[in-house]
């Protein structure tokens, strides 16, 4: 275990057995993080769909465009993703007749929550967001759009088998440790960190440069799950140049 990640551990742990003293400023101790050029942010779907006015918006998810272009520029190498479906896709409710957007169906891969229409490849819903500042941004990763596999995950397609080529060009690249943020934090961004794990990547969330659906308890499940992977929970005070 790393040793940060293990302060931070033993914090937690003096939080929960002493709850009626005061804490000390153990956070103080939590080493900063200094990206370099084995480090690349991942920009997860800061697209005009998740963000007010568009056709799924995450709450508040336009809070965290400042938070992102002032960490984007701590990072030489940025990759940005981008949900592109097809106006046919599997993932919209449109598509079942008698269903609802957020009711769930059974796919050949597995469950599927339906959706609202959103991202079509091409429309203004789709485009990245006008305040998204990133120019050094290196790569764009466009996903979902095989009409009948959704994809939350930048590296992987949800019938856990197609690969979207993230993981390779991040490997030749020699990229070793992967920081995301973005929408959603339960849907897109859980998936790509669980996936992130899986392919041998240090993975890193950035709480506050992201924010969730919670749709259900999402939230609470998906840090449960990305905690239990093995993915570090940061904030983004904790990356400095
Ligand atoms: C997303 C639901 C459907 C996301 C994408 O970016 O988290 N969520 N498509
Ligand atoms: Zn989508």
Redesign the pocket.
């Known amino acids: 275990m790393k040793r940060r990640i293990f302060i931070q551990r033993l914090a937690t742990i003096a939080l929960a057995s002493n709850s009626c003293m005061a804490i000390p400023a153990l956070a103080k101790t939590s080493k900063l993080i200094h990206p370099s050029p084995d480090d690349a942010l991942i920009v997860?779907?800061m697209?005009n769909?998740?963000l007010p006015g568009g056709t799924?918006a995450?709450q508040n998810g336009d809070q965290t465009i400042a938070v992102i272009n002032a960490l984007a520029k701590k990072f030489e190498n940025v990759v940005l993703?981008q949900?592109w479906?097809t106006r046919d896709h599997v993932?919209f409710a449109s598509q079942h007749s008698g269903k609802q957007p957020y009711e769930t169906i059974k796919l050949p891969y597995g469950e599927q929550?339906l959706?609202p229409m959103?991202?079509v490849q091409g429309t203004a819903d789709a485009e990245i967001a006008q305040g998204i500042d990133i120019a050094h941004a290196q790569m764009i990763v466009r996903k979902?759009y095989h009409s009948g596999i959704?994809?939350?995950s930048a590296f992987i397609e949800a019938d856990h088998e197609t690969q979207t080529g993230l993981a390779g060009y991040l490997k030749e690249r020699k990229i070793k440790n992967v920081y995301l943020c973005?929408?959603?934090?339960?849907?897109?961004?859980?998936?790509s960190a669980l996936d992130a794990r899986k392919l041998g990547f240090n993975t890193f969330v950035i709480e506050d440069a992201s924010r969730g659906?919670d749709l259900n308890g999402s939230l609470k499940k998906s840090w449960i799950a990305m905690e239990n992977a093995g993915v570090n929970r940061i904030q983004s005070t904790d990356i400095v140049r």
């Open positions: 997860i779907d697209q769909c998740f799924l995450v993703t949900d479906h993932s929550v959706w959103h991202c979902g959704d994809s939350y973005g929408l959603a934090t339960d849907f897109c961004v859980a998936w659906i």
